[in-house]
């Protein structure tokens, strides 16, 4: 049985850009290479100018590689065709703000080519996915920037595309819209829909991602499954709920006499300040 097709083959991918102010070309993305499965959750992170955007750029044809390719289910993205069926959320989408969540979603479907029956279905469906019903006929210039991400992600998903491309998608979003946001993305995966992420937060992209990149210089350093990525091989961690005084003892003990291993630390574990703000202000575990 053959292989399925990936979502995102990129390819040895290199971009220069010449500037007034070098003899030199600038290299931003420098022969990078990725595969990302259909139906998973790809992050990629890293600083600030390692080639994040201008890798997402090319992938999208947005701007033509120096060398090397890329390709969307198996098509050269450089091609008009191959971005048929992906979604794109930028970090800093641009609404008409004078537009209703409603009719946003209706003007970017009729760019898309839906129209009456569909295109009104379609609608009803997106904002239910993003929870934004009780908001759709609000102008977009009353929204929260957590509610603008939500529209941006719901027209993004308006031609049903087997790809999303995310930049950034929760940037300047408080944590409770940054969690549902994060929802989003899981229920995306959840529908066999590829997610390519782009994002600073960490932990955003280990809550969500099935394999991450990470990028610096223009080059991947490290890429893998995520959980592959974050074990530490020679530790083996326990967690007891409920453990009395005498259980502690006795397992310290027996660790003592195991040779060659020894307790790296004890103590109850900690949450995050994130986890305790959601579960504070909603009622609601932060966790996944």
Not at 142 to 164: D, F
Not at 243 to 271: K, Q
Request: aromatic share 4%; charged share 25%; hydrophobic share 40%.
């Amino acid at each position: 049985m053959s292989e399925p097709v990936p979502a995102v083959e990129i390819r040895h991918l290199v971009k220069d850009f010449r500037t007034s102010f070098r003899r030199r070309p600038l290299r931003a993305v420098d022969d990078l290479s990725l595969t990302i499965r259909a139906g998973e959750v790809y992050g990629l992170i890293g600083p600030n100018g390692s080639g994040k955007s201008t890798t997402m750029k090319a992938l999208l044809g947005l701007m033509a590689p120096t060398s090397g390719s890329c390709r969307i289910f198996g098509k050269d993205s450089l091609k008009v065709d191959s971005r048929d069926e992906v979604g794109f959320l930028p970090e800093n989408p641009y609404f008409h703000k004078h537009l209703t969540g409603v009719e946003t979603l209706r003007f970017y479907g009729r760019l898309c080519g839906l129209r009456g029956r569909a295109l009104d279905d379609r609608v009803v469906e997106l904002l239910d996915l993003v929870g934004l019903t009780d908001a759709g006929g609000r102008r977009l210039a009353g929204y929260s920037k957590g509610m603008l991400q939500r529209i941006g992600l719901a027209q993004a998903l308006v031609q049903e595309p087997r790809l999303v491309i995310l930049d950034e998608p929760t940037a300047g979003v408080d944590p409770v819209g940054s969690r549902g946001i994060r929802d989003l993305i899981l229920a995306l995966r959840d529908r066999g829909i590829t997610v390519f992420l782009c994002s600073h937060l960490l932990e955003q992209v280990q809550e969500v991602c099935d394999h991450v990149g990470i990028l610096c210089g223009g080059r991947i350093v490290r890429e893998g499954r995520l959980d592959d990525l974050i074990s530490i091989e020679d530790q083996t961690e326990i967690v007891i709920r409920r453990a009395g005084a005498d259980l502690v003892e006795r397992i310290t003990a027996l660790v003592g006499e195991s040779p060659g291993a020894s307790i790296v630390r004890s103590g109850r574990p900690r949450t995050t300040l994130e986890r305790l703000f959601l579960e504070t202000t909603t009622g609601k575990e932060g966790g996944a």
